[in-house]
């Protein structure tokens, strides 16, 4: 096992996966050893075959059953996990719900189109299903990481219905221009299965707009202590903190949380989890790992791919 992290530690700058620093990724070569993304992301499930009655057959009056519920309205507070992510002691992303923050409003398509501007990081939301994020490029459009395959849609047709906002501010790292915000969407364009260097479209979409090679699968070693913090608000004074060793990993239990809702995630930690007895003055935070039989990253999930390695 030593030999193994002499090895590792010793890569040479070229063999781990990164980005240039004018957020042109120059890293065109096959990555030994990395991760790769091949399956279906939420919206690929197969069509549901038409509704039955009890006896196999159609619904008496010939319909198709009876009418869907209707829709309840968006609610953030409601549906969305407060938290803020950390690496070691700097936060690098926040979702809070103070008073007086906007950002976490969603609005139609068609009035989120007024509220873009080339560069920006958009993300549609739903009750029940992951966040999907994409790159304003200008003239209506946007890039995203759809069904194993980058590509540019109106913004219309990528809401797929549903309301979105702008998410410029929810990560904190420095971005880059507009250009090359805009550049690196549209580079990738029509990349798809073997050719893409990320899990899910957030990670592709924040990778675009700040050029860090942290948001691409297998771009930091997993060596030695978990560095990333998912500290999860419970109430006003009470947050849980989850650890992982790359924000790849703290991303997919992210966006995890995000689509089975607050209810869950609150169910779910006052069931599972055992934290450890707190630390002195620091009664209010609890700090473990997932839940055992859950790993950190339960890509076969995720919304737009499962790790196989390669």
Same mark, same amino acid.
């Given at each position: 096992?030593?030999?193994?992290?002499?090895?590792? =530690?010793?890569?040479?700058?070229?063999?781990?996966?990164?980005?240039?620093? =004018?957020?042109?990724?120059?890293?065109?070569?096959?990555?030994?050893?990395?991760?790769?993304?091949?399956?279906?992301?939420?919206?690929?499930?197969?069509?549901?075959?038409?509704?039955?009655?009890?006896?196999?057959?159609?619904?008496?009056?010939?319909?198709?059953?009876?009418?869907?519920?209707?829709?309840?309205?968006?609610?953030?507070?409601?549906?969305?996990?407060?938290?803020?992510?950390?690496?070691?002691?700097?936060?690098?992303?926040?979702?809070?719900?103070?008073?007086?923050?906007?950002?976490?409003?969603?609005?139609?398509?068609?009035?989120?189109?007024?509220?873009?501007?080339?560069?920006?990081?958009?993300?549609?939301?739903?009750?029940?299903?992951?966040?999907?994020?994409?790159?304003?490029?200008?003239?209506?459009?946007?890039?995203?990481?759809?069904?194993?395959?980058?590509?540019?849609?109106?913004?219309?047709?990528?809401?797929?219905?549903?309301?979105?906002?702008?998410?410029?501010?929810?990560?904190?790292?420095?971005?880059?221009?507009?250009?090359?915000?805009?550049?690196?969407?549209?580079?990738?364009?029509?990349?798809?299965?073997?050719?893409?260097?990320?899990?899910?479209?957030?990670?592709?979409?924040?990778?675009?707009?700040?050029?860090?090679?942290?948001?691409?699968?297998?771009?930091?070693?997993?060596?030695?202590?978990?560095?990333?913090?998912?500290?999860?608000?419970?109430?006003?004074?009470?947050?849980?903190?989850?650890?992982?060793?790359?924000?790849?990993?703290?991303?997919?239990?992210?966006?995890?949380?995000?689509?089975?809702?607050?209810?869950?995630?609150?169910?779910?930690?006052? =069931?599972?989890?055992?934290?450890?007895?707190?630390?002195?003055?620091?009664?209010?935070?609890?700090?473990? =790992?997932?839940?055992?039989?859950?790993?950190?990253?339960?890509?076969?999930?995720?919304?737009?791919?499962?790790?196989?390695?390669?």
């Amino acid at each position: 096992m030593g030999n193994q992290v002499e090895k590792l =530690t010793h890569l040479s700058y070229r063999e781990v996966p990164t980005a240039d620093p =004018t957020g042109v990724d120059r890293d065109d070569g096959p990555r030994i050893g990395v991760s790769y993304i091949f399956s279906n992301d939420d919206e690929d499930m197969e069509p549901q075959p038409p509704p039955q009655g009890p006896d196999g057959g159609g619904f008496p009056d010939g319909g198709d059953g009876p009418p869907p519920p209707q829709p309840q309205p968006y609610d953030p507070r409601l549906h969305e996990v407060e938290c803020s992510v950390f690496y070691r002691d700097e936060c690098i992303y926040q979702k809070s719900f103070a008073p007086g923050s906007a950002v976490l409003s969603t609005y139609t398509p068609e009035n989120l189109l007024n509220k873009c501007k080339p560069g920006d990081l958009v993300e549609f939301v739903s009750q029940a299903q992951y966040p999907h994020w994409a790159v304003y490029v200008g003239n209506f459009q946007v890039v995203h990481l759809h069904r194993l395959e980058v590509i540019n849609s109106f913004l219309t047709d990528a809401s797929q219905g549903r309301r979105g906002r702008v998410v410029n501010d929810l990560y904190r790292y420095k971005p880059l221009s507009p250009s090359a915000v805009v550049r690196n969407a549209l580079a990738h364009v029509g990349a798809k299965e073997r050719e893409l260097s990320w899990r899910n479209s957030e990670s592709f979409a924040a990778w675009c707009r700040y050029g860090k090679r942290e948001f691409k699968i297998g771009g930091e070693l997993r060596i030695g202590k978990q560095p990333y913090r998912l500290q999860i608000q419970l109430s006003a004074q009470r947050s849980h903190t989850l650890e992982f060793q790359s924000l790849e990993d703290l991303i997919m239990e992210k966006r995890r949380n995000d689509q089975i809702g607050r209810a869950a995630v609150l169910q779910e930690l006052a =069931t599972h989890l055992h934290p450890a007895e707190p630390e002195e003055g620091d009664s209010n935070v609890a700090r473990t =790992t997932p839940p055992p039989g859950r790993p950190p990253a339960p890509s076969s999930e995720e919304e737009d791919g499962e790790a196989v390695a390669h």
